[in-house]
């Protein structure tokens, strides 16, 4: 089975302070991981995601994530953030043999202050 | 394209009732997928789809059913509302499996809440 934990519910920050957003994933396979933004009352949008390769991976605004084997970990960061960055951010996992579904953690709130 | 579409947006139940959410999506994905949204609770998924005319059971099914008739349409039913389904329901969708992990993206719909009382 797999279970992803996202460490902080609620993440306060000041506007262009720099940000990380906590995700640990648990695994017997090999996955593939995700991050997804849910503005509100929007539905969720793909911000970035690890399938192969280069562990670390890059989304066009500005936000990153690494993907760390030996920590089972896949943190969201950012550099500077921006009011307009204030949403909740999920992590998700799947694998190839889990038929396409995603598992997705709790959710983390990232509040962007003035 | 229109994405995928959710509708009703909002809905209140009085407990027994039923009702069908709608999803529909035009990018002639063949992966659809309902799920639920409790708050500090993430997403779960309740049925999944991996093409017309074949659904399979997620992790919270139960009081829910699917049908897959079209590539297009994935409808979720409910038949005896109930307090406890009282959450904000997505339809996703994809055109390979795992959900999103080809160089297409994964899609949601932007969701309904739904209130059971």
């Known amino acids: 089975a797999q279970s992803v934990t996202q460490l902080d519910s609620q993440v306060p920050v000041f506007e262009e302070a720099p940000v990380e957003l906590r995700c640990n994933y648990s695994?017997?396979?090999?996955?593939?991981l995700f991050w997804y933004v849910q503005y509100p009352n929007q539905g969720l949008q793909l911000l970035l995601k690890?399938?192969?390769?280069?562990?670390l991976v890059e989304s066009i605004n500005g936000f990153e994530a690494e993907f760390n084997k030996s920590q089972t970990s896949f943190h969201l960061r950012k550099p500077s953030v921006h009011i307009s960055d204030t949403a909740e951010y999920f992590c998700?996992?799947?694998?190839?043999?889990?038929?396409?579904?995603?598992?997705f953690g709790q959710g983390t709130t990232l509040q962007v202050k003035p | 394209n229109a994405g995928v579409t959710q509708t009703p947006k909002f809905r209140i139940l009085k407990i027994g009732q039923s009702m069908t959410l709608q999803c529909t999506q035009d990018m002639n994905h063949n992966y659809m997928y309902w799920y639920r949204q409790d708050p500090g609770m993430g997403l779960k998924l309740i049925y999944y789809?991996?093409?017309?005319?074949?659904?399979d059971k997620g992790e919270v099914p139960n009081g829910y059913n699917v049908s897959r008739s079209t590539t297009e349409d994935f409808p979720l039913r409910l038949e005896l509302a109930a307090p406890s389904q009282t959450s904000v329901y997505f339809c996703?969708?994809?055109?390979?499996?795992?959900?999103?992990?080809?160089?297409?993206?994964?899609?949601f719909g932007q969701g309904t809440r739904l209130t059971v009382v």
């Open positions: 695994s017997s396979v090999s996955v593939y």
């Open positions: 998700a996992v799947t694998s190839r043999g889990n038929t396409g579904k995603l598992i």
């Open positions: 789809s991996v093409g017309a005319g074949i659904t």
């Open positions: 690890y399938l192969s390769g280069s562990t």
């Open positions: 996703a969708s994809s055109y390979d499996a795992p959900i999103g992990t080809s160089d297409d993206e994964a899609f």
